[in-house]
């Protein structure tokens, strides 16, 4: 039987860069925990998370505020899973190939959930056909893009692409930066969170720009990605 101190063990040495997943950590290992101690898969996690992300998304069709930082406490959930899975692999030495595939699949599926819904509760309350549309094929595009690259690094064997950080230009970096931010786990939820809470405290209703943005950003990294899959192929 796993035991508190060895699920925290093992979230701890697989800490993420990112500040929000390396808080997630500090109590992540009790989920993990319990769920070793059901015997559950780690797919099972992975699967429910997405569940949660996929319910959480649904709140943002709605146009109240309160319904909008439920449906990010959800994502939050969403994201305290996904630490789990991939730490319960680990604890119950059932890492496969088809689990790390379903888990970074899920990402740009939820990446997808979120500004797709965002961008029709953004509609509800605007009326703008415009960002509806705008936001859709950026949420679609989203999700092809992270498919590609997940496609690509597969078939090179994950191997790491050529050229260190350090070689890399100023101007590549941020776009590398944002590139990860949008299409890692949890990345488009940390400007949401402060945008809920500028509503909450001003009773304002500056969640409407968000998927606008969030689409933007996202058409410059695939801009980014058919100019390097153009420059290949010359």
Do not use: Q
């Amino acid at each position: 039987m796993v035991s508190l101190s060895e699920a925290r063990e093992v979230s701890i040495k697989r800490k993420k860069s990112s500040p929000f997943t390396r808080f997630l950590r500090e109590f992540s290992f009790i989920f993990t925990w319990f769920f070793a101690k059901l015997g559950v898969s780690p797919n099972f996690v992975t699967v429910l998370g997405v569940l949660f992300a996929f319910t959480g998304s649904l709140m943002f069709i709605f146009t109240s505020v309160y319904l909008w930082v439920l449906g990010w406490l959800m994502l939050v959930i969403y994201l305290i899973l996904d630490c789990v899975d991939g730490d319960l692999a680990v604890i119950k030495d059932k890492k496969t190939d088809f689990g790390a595939f379903l888990d970074k699949a899920s990402h740009p599926v939820t990446n997808s959930f979120l500004i797709l819904f965002t961008a029709i509760g953004a509609y509800k309350i605007t009326g703008s056909m415009l960002l509806l549309v705008f936001s859709s094929t950026g949420a679609t595009l989203f999700a092809i893009t992270a498919y590609l690259d997940l496609y690509r690094s597969k078939k090179a064997g994950n191997h790491k692409s050529s050229g260190s950080s350090s070689n890399r230009s100023l101007l590549h970096r941020p776009v590398e930066f944002l590139k990860n931010l949008i299409f890692g786990p949890g990345g488009l939820t940390y400007p949401l969170a402060c945008i809920l809470v500028l509503d909450l405290v001003f009773h304002t209703s500056y969640r409407v720009y968000y998927p606008f943005l969030a689409t933007l950003v996202g058409y410059m990294v695939v801009s980014k990605r058919v100019f390097l899959i153009r420059k290949s192929l010359n």
